[in-house]
């Protein structure tokens, strides 16, 4: 059953709703769906400098402080497999409601908490709030926004994707000048408050909502497979292979019976993450593209840090500093890259990209102990340029394959893969660059020394990820298509 709410036709949209086509203006929803969504991003980066005080503050050791920043992986992994099911049923300004006063309420708690485990359960809200912006505003912008302009639009999201998590370690540095890291909550709550109330005085509601029960065994499966597959995956290096196997295994097991019991929902119309978005080739391309690309991203961007404040001797906002540049250059050409989407497709974007990206990333494999900085800083906002011309097309690409009634499960399934890749290719960089540092030290190289070896190869196998990309790249379609006809 479906119950009408405001029915959206990208091609008759009211005016308040939509962009005029003369203009090109991008709807207002989608503007204030992207302020929430940069403010909610850059939570999730904006607690790295303020760990040294935290750990203080709360007597716990580094890698106890560390789980700040998992537990909001770990949040987005377990939620974000149930939104597609949540948007189809719940209202925009609902679900707009929903996201922002949990991100809120978590916000508030993790500001007054007076121990640690309740700061890390309430970082923990925080990213329950998060995994819903997300995926509604991918789904929002392919229901409002018409095909011709969803490039150019979904290059703005791209602003607030990566320009959020290179500008919180930079944030937070400033806010921590002025004294103790409850400030940094301080600073986001009203902020996140401010775009709320503005949000919900303009938002309206688009597309439909259906009406259906929960699945709870889909949630509990999701929930915890999800989980515990990334949970393991981020501490491969931290805890024995044992360990490992057995957090490993049952995410494995529970996500595969969670994709199994999805197929048998199927039959009735009602799973939790519609699979079906996988028949659809440009989509599932698309899927697998993101996810490699995802894999070698956030493992270079992991390794970067770790060696400009190791062996650099970098604090964490003068690195914040050094790799802010290239967050903003990526987010500033996104709206430009979307708009020649708009116009010649993803391939002309997506295959120069990927190998501007191969070679970035092979630059960085040759990185010494005394690279210059400027060097570094330009390498990485090449970096980050190529991943513009990736990221906004591919999203764009893969969303606009799917059928309407697809768009919220589609970006569902699209955010879950993100989460599980990134913490595979952080995972299997960090795994690469230890055991080449052990390696060499074994064979008698002073700590730094082997310490640039590791990373050298980490950077490799960050080089050969873009090579998958870049042979992904030239399965995309030479010219940009519609979605396909829905497929049952």
Known sequence: MTVATDVVDPDDLDLEVTADKATGKTPLIIKLLVAATFVVILNETIMINAMPSLMVDFEVTARTAQWLSSIFMLTMAAVIPITGWFLQRVTTRTAFTVAMVVFGTGTAIAGLAPTFEVLLAARGIQAAGTAVMMPLLMTTLMQVVAEKDRGRVMGQVTLAISVAPALGPAISGLILQLGSWRLIFAFVLPVAAGVTVFGLRHLKNVGETKVGPVSWTSVALAGIGFSALVYGLSEIGARSGGQLGVIIGIG????????????????????????????????????????????AFLGSMILLPLYLQDIRGLSAVQTGLLVMPGGIAMGLLGPRVGRIYD???????????????????????????????????????????SLAAIFTPVFTLGLGDLTPELYSHGSSLLGTLQ??????????????????????VERGSEADAAFVGGLQWAFIAGAVLGVIVVALSLLLPPKREGAAASVH
């Open 252 to 295: 494995v097991v529970l996500v595969a019976a969670f994709v199994a019991y999805q197929l048998r929902l199927q039959s009735s119309g009602s799973p939790l993450l519609d699979l079906r978005t996988l028949k659809h080739r440009n989509y599932a391309v698309t899927l697998v593209l993101m996810s490699i690309a995802f894999m």
């Open 343 to 385: 116009l010649k497709g993803a391939r002309v974007l997506v295959i120069p990209g990927a190998i501007v990206m191969v070679a970035a990333l092979g630059a960085l494999s040759r990185i010494q102990a005394d690279t210059p900085y400027a060097l570094i800083l330009v390498v990485h906002v090449i970096l980050m340029v």
């Open 419 to 440: 989460q599980v890749a990134g913490a595979v290719g952080t995972a299997a960089l960090i795994v690469i660059l230890e055991n080449r540092s052990s390696a060499l």
